[in-house]
């Protein structure tokens, strides 16, 4: 069974760095693109940032562009973000998906979730 497993959210000060990671089990990670949605409170869950089954590709949305980067280690079937220069527009709760396909900024592309873990940036 399928599982992905996000960490390394918390609460930062505006321009701080954070890097949320996500593992996933139960499927063949190397096969999978891995993306990041967020959901800020009351909102809906949007895409952040993808990146492809062999790497080569990434995609990011246009409020995290140079701000953000989204790595994945084959050896460790884990997916990275890495935010620099936070600000309270970032927070929410970082959800870690996987698609059997190539990259997406769909929310209904892709097949497993996690739980998500919580940003928080503060002014």
């Known amino acids: 069974q399928a599982q992905l497993v996000e960490s390394g959210g918390g609460s930062v000060q505006t321009g701080a760095s954070l890097r949320v990671s996500c593992t996933a089990s139960?499927?063949?990670?190397?096969?999978?693109?891995m993306a990041w949605f967020r959901q800020a409170p009351g909102k809906e869950r949007n895409f952040v940032a993808a990146v492809n089954r062999n790497d080569a590709n990434t995609e990011y949305s246009d409020s995290v562009k140079g701000r953000f980067t989204i790595s994945r280690d084959f050896a460790k079937n884990t997916v990275y973000l890495q935010m620099n220069r936070l600000t309270p527009e970032d927070t929410g709760v970082y959800y870690c998906a996987a698609r059997n396909g190539g990259l997406s900024s769909y929310r209904t592309a892709y097949d497993y979730w996690g739980k998500g873990t919580l940003v928080t940036v503060s002014s």
């Open positions: 139960g499927y063949t990670f190397s096969t999978f693109t």
